[in-house]
């Protein structure tokens, strides 16, 4: 009987620690170590960097550039494809670099530097983002605050440790 104690225990404790890693959100370096830059191996650099990736909700991009040289505006798709990044949804703050932007939700995701002629050089990108998990999906949060991805992840983890707490309770 306690055999079957200690295994349900270990079952609980793998369960926890299984729900606290799927709502693990990352950060992606933009770019890896080249960062934000006009991109010298072509227009297809950013789209390349970002095909490799699975993009999840509450994940982070961090934009590495020096400051002054470069920015980051989110345009929806239409401005996206024309370069006109004076139609932004939003115009991320540019200083200090890095710019963190979190991946508040699924969907498509454009973003480009407002410099004159960086767009139309390829230093731009396309982000998909899935759901990080069916049942964890959380609505809208602040897209430059990476706060709210911490305090769900908190949730999450002291949820988890309830329910691991109430289980050994009742083995007990």
């Known amino acids: 009987m306690s ?3 200690n295994i349900s225990i270990l079952f609980i404790v793998v369960f926890a620690a299984s729900m606290l890693r799927s709502t693990e959100a990352i950060d992606h370096i933009v770019g890896s170590r080249n960062g934000w830059i006009i991109p010298v191996d072509g227009h297809s650099f950013y789209s390349d960097w970002a095909s490799n990736i699975t993009f999840k909700e509450n994940d982070v991009l961090v934009f590495n550039f020096v400051t002054g040289r ?3 505006v989110e345009l929806n798709q239409t401005y996206f ?3 006109n990044v004076n139609q ?3 115009f991320l703050d540019t200083s200090p670099s890095p710019v963190r932007f979190t ?3 699924t969907g498509v ?3 480009t530097c407002s410099i004159p002629g960086h767009c139309a050089s390829g230093q ?3 982000v998909n983002v899935s759901a990080s998990s069916p049942a964890l999906s959380q609505g809208p949060s602040s897209p430059t ?3 709210s991805s911490d305090i769900h992840i908190d949730l999450v983890a002291t949820f988890s440790i309830l329910i691991a707490a109430v289980a050994v309770n009742f083995l007990f």
């Open 3 to 5: 055999e079957l104690k």
């Open 70 to 72: 470069h920015t980051v």
């Open 81 to 83: 494809e024309n370069c």
């Open 88 to 90: 932004n949804i939003q």
């Open 103 to 105: 991946l508040n939700r």
């Open 109 to 111: 995701f454009y973003f």
């Open 124 to 126: 731009k990108l396309i």
């Open 145 to 147: 605050s990476s706060v």
